[in-house]
C-alpha cells in the first residue's frame, strides 16, 4: 500500500530490520494491513551514505555484468519533523485475496469451520458484504505461490479448486475439516458444487499451481522476468518465505599507508627483488628487517610489484584482510579515540596461558570496530550464505532488490569483540590423524545426502579443499558465545561470530558484537576477554555433555530418518543458538571435533588436562 503524499505512515521498523528481515520483496504485517515492502526505486533516498570502498568493489564483482558504479546508503531514517520533506518506503497491498473472520459451520459437508474467500476488488472500505448484506471483517490470506528465484504472486484460486482454466466464478470457501491445522484438512471448495481440493496437493503436486510467470510486485508494475520454474506454496509468515543475501566487512585501519612508507624506507635494498626468496634473503639485514617488522613477505612482494607497476595477482578474500589485520605483531593497531573505526590491542599471554590453552597462540582484545553490511538480493525456500572466506558466489541466483541496481542498502554497526589466534601446526596436525580424517567422512556423507534432495544447491561442503578447521572453530565459536553471554551483559543473539580458517595464513574465531548505536560498544566482551581462559574452560565442560545425549553424540549426519545432514553432534541442546549470530545459518557443526563426547570418538582437539 502506497502513502500518500501527507499521510502518516502505516507502520515503523528499524534500519536495521530492512535489510535483515523486511528488506525489498518480502512480507510484512503491518496492524491494518500485509504489505509487501518495495523494491529500492521505491525508497526515497534520504539515508546516508556509507563509505566502504572494500566492500564496494567486491559488491561490484558479484553482479553480471560487474558494476562500474555503485554505492551504499543507509535506510531512509523516519523525520518527526513535520516540516521536513517525507521520507519512507513505498509498500504494496499483498496478498489481494482475503478470507471473512466469521465462521460458517455447515453440517452437510461434515465441515468444522468454513470462511469465505474474496478477493481485494470485492471489499468496501476493508470489509465484505455477502449476499444478505452482512459486513463481514477479512484478513489477508495466508497461503500465496512463489519459486526458486523469489518471484511471487497470489495463487490462481478458480483453477487450483477446479484443476485446470474454468470460467466458473461462483464464491470459494477455505474450510478447516479438523483441529489439527495440518494441510491435509484444509480444503478449498467451489459454490458450484463441482470442485475442491485440499492444500496439500499444493505440496505434493506443484504442477497444480501451474508455472510461474515472473511475478516481481515488489518492483512495481510490469516487472515480470521470463521464468517457468515450478509454483510453489508459500506461507506467507513461514521461516523460508524470505532470506536476505547480506555480505559484510568489518573496516580495517589502513595498513597498505604504513606499509608503502615501511617500503620506500628500504626501497634501495629490495627494489629489485624478483621473487619471494631473494626478499627473504635481503630481509637478514638488519636494517630491512627491522623496517618490515610485523609484514610477511608476500604482502611486501606484492606491494613491491605494484610500485614497479606490475600487478599485484588476485585480490584478497574479505577474510583474508581481516585475518592478516588480526594477527598483525603490533600490540596495539589502530586508534583509540571516540569515533575510532577500529583499535585492538594484544592481551598478554601471561595472563591466559593455562593447560587448556595449548593450542591457543594470540589472544587480541578488539575494543572497537566497524561492521558495514550490504543487502545484496534475497532468495525463498532457502538461504545463501557467504562462503567460509566470506564472500558471496557469483552468478547464484537471487532476486533483484531493483530494476536497475546504482545503490545498495547497508548499515554500519559499532561494536568490540575478542579475537581467538590458534596454532597453525596443532590445527594442521590435528587434521591430518586417521580418525578425525574418518569422521569427516562421515559429515560428507550427510552432506551428500543433503545435496541430492536439492538439485542446483550452492553450498559447498567446507571439508572439501582440506578446511575441515572450519566445523571444528564453527562448533567451538557456537559453544564460546554461549559461554560468555552468561557474564558479559549481552544476549547470546546480539553476539556474532567470524570464524577464520586460512590454511595460508592461519585460524582464528572473532566473537564480537555490534548495533547502529553505542549499545555494542559497552565493554562487556572485553571484560570477558581479560578471563578468556576461564570462558574457554567453561564452554568446553558445557560441551562435554547435552541434555539430548546419548542421541545427540551418536547421531549420523546421513541418517534419513532425522534428516539433519549438515549436523554431526549438534542439537537445540548444545550448540544450535540464534542464526543472528550464526554465519552459516546452524549448519556445519559437530561438537564431537571439540571436547570428547559420550560417544568417545577421540577426535576432539581440547583437552581440559
Not at 87 to 106: L, Y
Not at 374 to 395: C, H, K, N, W, Y
Amino acid at each position: 500500500m502506497s502513502k500518500k503524499p501527507g499521510a502518516r505512515p502505516h507502520g515503523q521498523i528499524r534500519q536495521s530490520q530492512l535489510i535483515t528481515s523486511f528488506g525489498p520483496g518480502s512480507m510484512m504485517d503491518l496492524p491494518n494491513h500485509s504489505v509487501l515492502i518495495g523494491g529500492l526505486d521505491f525508497w526515497s533516498a534520504s539515508g546516508d551514505e556509507v563509505i566502504e570502498p572494500r566492500l564496494v568493489e567486491k559488491l561490484k564483482q558479484l553482479f553480471d555484468p560487474p558494476l562500474q558504479v555503485l554505492k551504499l546508503f543507509s535506510p531512509p531514517p523516519d523525520n518527526d519533523d513535520p516540516t521536513a520533506p517525507q521520507t519512507g518506503i513505498t509498500a504494496w497491498q499483498f496478498p489481494e485475496w482475503f478470507i471473512t473472520q466469521d465462521v460458517d459451520r455447515d453440517a452437510s459437508f461434515g465441515v468444522v469451520r468454513a470462511r469465505m474467500l474474496v478477493h481485494r476488488k470485492r471489499l468496501t472500505k476493508g470489509k465484505f458484504i455477502d449476499d444478505n448484506k452482512k459486513r463481514r471483517s477479512v484478513v489477508p490470506v495466508r497461503f500465496v505461490r512463489a519459486c526458486r528465484s523469489g518471484h511471487i504472486g497470489d495463487i490462481d484460486w478458480y483453477n487450483f479448486v477446479h484443476g485446470g482454466n474454468t470460467e466458473c466464478r461462483r464464491q470459494l470457501w477455505i474450510e478447516e475439516r479438523g483441529t489439527s491445522g495440518d494441510l491435509a484438512e484444509v480444503y478449498v471448495r467451489c459454490e458450484c458444487g463441482n470442485a475442491e481440493r485440499s492444500m496439500a496437493l499444493a505440496i505434493e503436486q506443484p504442477d497444480t499451481m501451474l508455472r510461474c510467470d515472473g511475478s516481481r510486485p515488489w518492483l512495481g508494475a510490469y516487472a515480470n522476468e521470463k521464468c517457468g520454474e515450478p509454483n510453489r506454496l508459500l506461507i506467507r509468515t513461514a521461516s523460508n518465505a524470505y532470506f536476505t543475501q547480506l555480505m559484510s566487512v568489518i573496516s580495517l585501519p589502513d595498513r597498505n599507508v604504513e606499509l608503502r612508507e615501511a617500503v620506500e624506507l628500504v626501497w634501495d635494498f629490495i627494489g629489485e627483488v624478483e621473487d619471494v626468496g631473494e626478499l627473504k634473503y635481503e630481509r637478514k639485514k638488519a636494517k630491512v628487517n627491522a623496517a618490515l617488522d610485523g609484514y610477511d613477505n608476500e604482502e611486501v612482494f606484492a606491494e613491491v610489484k605494484m610500485r614497479r607497476g606490475q600487478s599485484a595477482g588476485p585480490p584478497k578474500t574479505i577474510k583474508q584482510a581481516e585475518m592478516e589485520t588480526l594477527i598483525a605483531s603490533k600490540d596495539e593497531l589502530g586508534d583509540d579515540k571516540p569515533d575510532g573505526n577500529f583499535f585492538a590491542r594484544t592481551l598478554p599471554k601471561e595472563v591466559w596461558d593455562k593447560p587448556w590453552m595449548q593450542s591457543v597462540e594470540r589472544i587480541v582484545l578488539v575494543h572497537r570496530l566497524r561492521e558495514v553490511m550490504a543487502q545484496v538480493g534475497f532468495t525463498r525456500f532457502e538461504a545463501v550464505s557467504p562462503d567460509i572466506d566470506g564472500e558471496l558466489e557469483m552468478g547464484v541466483r537471487r532476486a533483484s532488490l531493483a530494476r536497475e541496481i546504482t545503490w545498495l542498502p547497508a548499515v554500519e554497526n559499532r561494536g568490540e569483540g575478542v579475537f581467538i589466534q590458534f596454532k597453525k601446526e596443532v590445527v594442521e596436525n590435528w587434521a591430518t590423524r586417521p580418525e578425525v580424517q574418518a569422521r569427516g567422512m562421515r559429515l560428507l556423507g550427510g552432506y551428500e545426502a543433503w545435496k541430492a534432495e536439492r538439485s542446483g544447491a550452492t553450498k559447498k561442503f567446507v571439508e572439501e579443499g582440506g578446511l575441515l578447521p572450519y566445523v571444528l572453530f564453527h562448533s567451538f565459536a557456537h559453544m564460546l558465545i554461549t559461554a560468555v553471554s552468561l557474564e558479559c551483559g549481552y544476549p547470546a543473539s546480539s553476539i556474532r561470530e567470524r570464524i577464520y580458517t586460512i590454511p595460508d595464513i592461519g585460524y582464528g574465531v572473532l566473537l564480537y558484537t555490534g548495533t547502529s548505536d553505542a549499545e555494542g560498544t559497552l565493554g562487556g566482551l572485553i571484560q570477558v576477554g581479560r578471563r578468556i581462559h576461564e570462558h574457554i574452560r567453561g564452554a568446553l565442560e558445557m560441551g562435554e555433555l547435552c541434555s539430548n545425549d546419548p542421541v545427540c553424540a551418536q547421531h549420523e549426519p546421513a541418517n534419513q530418518h532425522e534428516r539433519r545432514f549438515l549436523h554431526g553432534a549438534a542439537c537445540h541442546g548444545c550448540l544450535l543458538i540464534s542464526e543472528t549470530s550464526c554465519e552459516q545459518h546452524n549448519e556445519f557443526l559437530d561438537r564431537a571435533l571439540v571436547v570428547p563426547t559420550v560417544d568417545n570418538l577421540g577426535i576432539e582437539f581440547f583437552g581440559l588436562s
